[in-house]
């Protein structure tokens, strides 16, 4: 099964589709990473404040695949924001890792009460400069965070990771994102399973349609809208069925109306009040 790569801004390729680990038990990382692995996805997606980022390196070293072939983003999180604190968290992440660089490494969220999102991106951009992440870009980032961003340093953000899924398009996100070069990836991208998006008649119209599960229709939803999308599960059997999905297209149709199910209504926090 080949995955569809994006090439970022940077000139640097991402495949489109990975494996998220948040609320992953660093005592069950290993394992869980391990069948991600076998299963054949080669992208995940941890951060420093999942805990668990040793155990993600140790599926890496235990796997054999060789390192060009995998691509690892790690996140800043958000009380490291100066820049000698920057340099340190990167370093323990490669520690924990096992790895001598990132493929994407992010600020977490911009905790802009605080006013040190700059801040942290131009510790980002020196990061990348020493080697230590191929590409830089952010996370929960809202447009005015993304405007101060780009004017006040050289480097525009690979990727902004966002909360996103039909219920919460993000269309003014990802209008900027378009329009400046920065890929949008999608968090919570089944909604957490906080509400009953696998319930919404759209999404199981298709399911029944393709023959496929509701969660499918979801990731196929958000590959075919150009997004990056990485669901997180801990059961083999779920990380599976979330890579099969390179076998049915969404029609047009499909996809509209499951575009009309954006209500506007997150699972998660809204960035501003995160600090
Ligand atoms: P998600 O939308 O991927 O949902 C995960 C939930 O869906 C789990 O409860 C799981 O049991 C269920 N699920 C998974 N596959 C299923 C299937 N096939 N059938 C039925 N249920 C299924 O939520 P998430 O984990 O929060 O988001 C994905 C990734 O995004 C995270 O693991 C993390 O890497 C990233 N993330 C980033 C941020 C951020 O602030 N940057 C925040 C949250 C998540």
Redesign the pocket.
């Known amino acids: 099964m080949t995955v569809p790569t994006i090439t970022l801004n940077d000139g640097h390729t991402i495949p489109q589709l990975g494996?998220?680990?948040?609320?992953?038990d660093p005592q069950e990382a290993e394992r869980i990473v391990s069948d991600a692995l076998e299963v054949g996805y080669r992208h995940i997606?941890?951060?420093a404040i999942?805990k668990n980022e040793e155990g993600v390196g140790a599926a890496i070293a235990k796997s054999g695949i060789p390192r060009d072939e995998l691509f690892i983003?790690t996140?800043l999180w958000n009380d490291r924001h100066q820049k000698a604190s920057a340099h340190s968290a990167i370093d323990e992440s490669l520690d924990k890792l096992g790895l001598d660089h990132v493929d994407l490494y992010?600020t977490?969220?911009p905790t802009p009460a605080k006013d040190d999102y700059l801040e942290a991106w131009l510790a980002l951009e020196e990061i990348k400069a020493a080697g230590k992440a191929r590409s830089i870009g952010v996370?929960?980032h809202q447009v005015e965070h993304l405007e101060k961003l780009i004017a006040g340093s050289e480097t525009v953000p690979a990727v902004n990771?966002?909360?996103l899924?039909p219920a919460f398009a993000q269309r003014e996100l990802r209008a900027f994102g378009a329009e400046h070069g920065i890929h949008i990836?999608?968090?919570?991208?089944?909604?957490?399973?906080k509400y009953d998006l696998?319930g919404e008649q759209a999404v199981s119209a298709a399911a029944e349609a393709h023959g496929v599960?509701?969660?499918?229709v979801v990731i196929r939803w958000h590959l075919q809208n150009g997004l990056i999308?990485?669901?997180?599960?801990?059961?083999r059997e779920?990380?599976a069925?979330?890579f099969d999905v390179f076998g049915f297209e969404l029609t047009a149709d499909e996809i509209a109306s499951m575009d009309a199910l954006d209500s506007g209504k997150r699972v998660?926090s809204h960035p501003n009040e995160v600090n």
């Open positions: 494996f998220g680990v948040f609320l992953v997606d941890t951060a999942y983003t996140k992010l977490h969220w996370s929960n990771q966002i909360e899924h990836e999608s968090w919570g991208p089944l909604g957490q399973g696998f599960t509701p969660a499918q999308v990485f669901p997180k599960s801990n059961s779920r990380i069925q979330n998660g």
